[in-house]
């Protein structure tokens, strides 16, 4: 229920005024200037002026009345017994309706409005002083230009000079330093709790500062303190990634240098193991640790039953340099290090053979790009949840500000409402006051919306980037996980296929590892998005119980090129990947394998030479634990 005392100003307002229309016909008297002008709330005769007995201020008051009516302007009318009025238009474009106003209730209306403007002012100061210091990079020129936007908030503008001051420099007038005027007012600029400056206001004379005036003042203190400490810690940020990603940079590289003498180190530790050849400068083997190369041929038909020098071959480059070669190389899908080490002629000075090591490297290089890939997903993780943590801080700003702008708007409505009824050509932000108040809740209610869609994204990688402990004890919910796990693939799987979601919401919570989970879920959907050759691809990822085993059952289907048979013989040992040329590590499948055996669940696959694949994960419902 409303509240009559809410509205007092309203209602003070009403019954201290009068309305009369073009005949001087009463239209509507408050009942305090009735009972001011007439001494009585009784009703007034119909006209207006036969209420009032002296003829000769009946006849001054109708003039006035018409000098407002002609000029549109305010009139002032001084009654003989201490009644005074203003007379002014009730519409200064067409009506000529008239309202008269007690000189109290008038005065008191020029006070509010003389407050109001102050506020408005203070406001102004406080967003361009923040607007200065957020967008202008140099400090210098945006503290100079804070001092001037100081001055416009006080009372008196021109009356006062300003100045901000920051590690020892002043901007804006140097007549005003703190602790030499009595008449001044300085507000400490704190930051990360160290005093580091002032803003300061003087008064030309001696004069004292409204209560609003320090608040302000206190206000846009702590603001410049904010501001300016988060610029800094920011600008330290940037410079702290800087370092750290030189010293990566320099870590990186000494990590290569380190595996290529591992690798040497390597090869010569297991020289007995490896084939090695000592050759001519025509490649033919003239010594060898290997029977099956034996001690003639060509070392390219010997060791790869080849017809021809290998490209890019070390003993040659060892040869003609006389130096340690070392390269790899590919060869039937296995990788090698072929080292070559000139011998010299210590009479003739010149390389007459050439020991050459070759090495079986296939293991350590799939290792290698395991370790490697670990590395992206760890730095990855890093990132993932720097930027959830950067977006997150701006848009919970955002989202506050926003429920405070639609409280604020629903609290000025009736206002803007009122003022409409007696301004039909009202503008706000050059739109018409009826588009505006249409628009805005909708807008309002729009950024709302976006806000907390980025707050949804931000929670989806903050989960990814969560660190996991390995334990099976997260209380998991199936259908949230698939939607959480899309947040984050959505993206890549729509490139390439259309997604359909068919989500049984009866589905009871299980326990497990929702990150491992997740893991599972992320290479499926990566590979059924990637499986696609044609237009026109869907994936549709399904979930049920089956509850004669009691089981949950997850199921992605794509519509891609399918796998024979003897693809789908090996898609879960590790290192096998029909995807080598593009990076693939032939780990994915294989790990996503034994999770769900951690979960002591089963993965079962169908799959079709161009009709598609499906992937089924089987997960109990029992505990881990106590799961057969």
């Given at each position: 229920m409303v509240k009559l005392k809410e509205f007092s100003l309203a209602l003070g307002v009403i019954n201290n005024i009068i309305i009369?229309?073009?005949?001087?016909?009463?239209?509507?008297?408050?009942?305090?200037i009735k009972k001011k002008l007439f001494g009585s709330k009784k009703a007034l005769k119909k006209t207006l002026l036969d209420n009032f007995s002296d003829p000769e201020e009946r006849e001054?008051?109708?003039?006035?009345?018409?000098?407002?009516?002609?000029?549109?302007?305010?009139?002032?009318?001084?009654?003989?017994?201490d009644k005074d009025l203003f007379l002014f238009p009730a519409n200064y474009a067409q009506s000529d309706n008239i309202i008269l106003a007690t000189e109290e209730q008038m005065l008191q209306a020029n006070n509010i409005e003389g407050e109001l403007k102050e506020r408005v002012k203070e406001l102004e100061c406080l967003y361009k002083i923040s607007n200065e210091l957020e967008v202008t990079r140099n400090v210098d020129e945006a503290m100079e230009k804070c001092a001037g936007h100081l001055a416009n908030g006080v009372q008196f503008p021109q009356a006062v000079t300003t100045n901000f001051q920051l590690d020892g420099r002043v901007?804006?007038?140097?007549?005003?330093?703190?602790?030499?005027?009595?008449?001044?007012?300085?507000?400490?600029?704190?930051?990360?709790?160290?005093?580091r400056g002032k803003i300061s206001v003087c008064h030309h004379q001696e004069a004292e500062f409204l209560e609003e005036e320090r608040k302000l003042m206190r206000e846009i203190s702590l603001m410049t303190s904010r501001i300016i400490e988060r610029k800094e810690t920011r600008k330290n940020l940037e410079n702290q990634r800087e370092l750290f990603a030189s010293k990566n940079?320099?870590?990186?590289?000494?990590?290569?240098?380190?595996?290529?003498?591992?690798?040497?180190?390597?090869?010569?530790?297991?020289?007995?193991?490896?084939?090695?050849v000592v050759i001519d400068p025509n490649f033919n083997i003239t010594l060898s640790n290997k029977e099956q190369v034996g001690t003639s041929g060509k070392c390219y038909k010997k060791i790869f039953n080849s017809d021809d020098v290998c490209e890019d071959c070390p003993a040659m480059l060892a040869f003609r340099q006389a130096q340690p070669v070392s390269i790899e190389k590919?060869?039937?899908?296995?990788?090698?290090?072929?080292?070559?080490?000139?011998?010299?002629?210590?009479?003739?000075?010149?390389?007459?053979?050439?020991?050459?090591?070759?090495s079986d490297i296939t293991a350590e290089e799939h290792m290698k790009r395991q370790l490697i890939q670990s590395y992206k997903l760890a730095s990855l993780g890093k990132l993932v949840a720097g930027v959830a943590h950067e977006i997150n801080n701006p848009n919970t700003f955002i989202r506050g500000n926003i429920n405070i702008m639609s409280e604020a708007?629903?609290?000025?409505?009736?206002?803007?409402?009122?003022?409409?009824?007696?301004?039909?050509?009202?503008?706000?932000?050059?739109?018409?006051?009826?588009?505006?108040?249409?628009?805005?809740?909708?807008?309002?209610?729009?950024?709302?919306?976006?806000?907390?869609?980025?707050?949804?994204?931000?929670?989806?990688?903050?989960?990814?980037?969560?660190?996991?402990?390995?334990?099976?004890?997260?209380?998991?919910?199936?259908?949230?996980?698939?939607?959480?796990?899309?947040?984050?693939?959505?993206?890549?799987?729509?490139?390439?296929?259309?997604?359909?979601?068919?989500?049984?919401?009866?589905?009871?919570?299980?326990k497990g590892n929702i990150?491992?989970?997740?893991?599972?879920?992320?290479?499926?959907?990566?590979?059924?998005?990637?499986?696609?050759?044609?237009?026109?691809?869907?994936?549709?990822v399904e979930t049920c119980m089956n509850k004669q085993k009691n089981e949950v059952?997850?199921?992605?289907?794509?519509?891609?090129?399918?796998?024979?048979?003897?693809?789908?013989?090996?898609?879960?040992?590790?290192?096998?990947?029909?995807?080598?040329?593009?990076?693939?590590?032939?780990?994915?499948?294989?790990i996503s394998y034994g999770i769900i055996q951690e979960h002591k669940g089963r993965i079962e696959v169908d799959s079709q030479v161009g009709a598609g694949t499906t992937f089924t994960i089987h997960i109990p419902l029992l505990p881990p634990d106590t799961a057969n």
């Open positions: 009369c229309d073009e005949n001087n016909t009463a239209l509507f008297v408050g009942d305090e001054n008051l109708k003039e006035k009345i018409e000098q407002v009516r002609q000029k549109k302007n305010t009139q002032y009318f001084k009654f003989r017994k901007y804006g007038d140097m007549g005003c330093i703190p602790g030499t005027p009595s008449h001044m007012l300085s507000e400490d600029i704190v930051i990360n709790g160290v005093v940079k320099e870590l990186t590289e000494l990590t290569e240098d380190l595996t290529m003498t591992n690798n040497n180190l390597q090869a010569f530790l297991n020289a007995i193991t490896d084939t090695i590919k060869h039937n899908g296995q990788y090698y290090t072929l080292q070559a080490y000139p011998i010299l002629n210590r009479k003739k000075g010149s390389v007459d053979t050439v020991l050459e090591i070759c708007f629903r609290d000025i409505q009736p206002i803007l409402d009122n003022e409409y009824k007696e301004n039909k050509d009202l503008k706000i932000a050059r739109l018409n006051y009826e588009v505006f108040r249409e628009n805005i809740p909708i807008l309002l209610d729009d950024m709302m919306g976006g806000a907390n869609r980025i707050k949804k994204i931000v929670d989806g990688l903050r989960n990814f980037a969560k660190k996991d402990e390995g334990l099976l004890t997260d209380e998991v919910d199936i259908n949230q996980l698939v939607q959480n796990n899309l947040r984050i693939t959505s993206k890549e799987v729509r490139k390439h296929a259309r997604l359909e979601l068919n989500l049984d919401s009866a589905i009871p919570k299980f990150q491992k989970l997740e893991q599972v879920l992320m290479n499926l959907l990566i590979n059924a998005a990637q499986a696609m050759e044609r237009d026109g691809g869907l994936i549709v059952l997850v199921k992605i289907i794509d519509n891609g090129k399918g796998m024979d048979y003897n693809t789908k013989k090996h898609i879960f040992d590790p290192f096998f990947t029909t995807k080598r040329d593009k990076g693939g590590t032939g780990l994915g499948l294989s």
